[in-house]
Nanobody, 125 residues
C-alpha cells in the first residue's frame, strides 16, 4: 500500500510563499493522479490542486487559481505544491492524496484512496 508523507508546511506572511512536498513510498500505480486538499476545523476538506500521472492535466480550486502551482516528479515519486501570494484564508492543514482514477484529476475527496497525515500551513503577519 502506498504511503504518503507531506513536508514543507509552516508559517508565512501574507503575500509570501511556501512550498509543500509529498513523497510517496510503496508501489504507486503509474496511472495515479495526485492531489492536494486542505481543511480547517469545522469545515469540509477542500480541493486545492491535482495532477495526472503524466502531468499533462492539472486542476485547481477556484480560490487558489493563479497563485498555486502543482507539479510532480515521477522518478522521485514526489508531488509539489508551490504556493505564492498567500492569504490568511489559505491557512489550513494541507493533505496530499492519491487517486486511482485514470486520466483525470478528481476534485472530490471521496475519489482519493490514500492520504498523508497532513502538514499545517499558517499565514499571519
Amino acid at each position: 500500500q502506498v504511503q504518503l508523507a507531506e513536508s514543507g508546511g509552516g508559517l508565512a506572511q501574507p503575500g509570501g510563499s511556501l512550498r509543500l512536498s509529498c513523497a510517496a513510498s510503496g508501489p504507486p500505480d503509474s496511472r495515479d493522479a495526485m492531489g492536494w486538499f486542505r481543511q480547517v476545523p469545522g469545515k469540509e476538506r477542500e480541493f486545492v490542486a491535482g495532477i495526472t500521472w503524466s502531468g499533462s492535466t492539472t486542476m485547481y480550486g477556484d480560490r487558489v487559481k493563479g497563485r498555486f502551482t502543482i507539479s510532480r516528479d515521477n522518478a522521485k515519486n514526489t508531488v509539489t505544491l508551490q504556493m505564492n501570494s498567500l492569504k490568511p484564508e489559505d491557512a489550513a492543514v494541507y493533505y496530499c492524496a492519491l487517486s486511482s482514477r485514470l486520466g483525470v484529476v478528481p476534485m472530490t475527496s471521496i475519489s482519493y484512496n490514500s492520504w498523508g497525515q497532513g502538514t499545517q500551513v499558517t499565514v499571519s503577519s
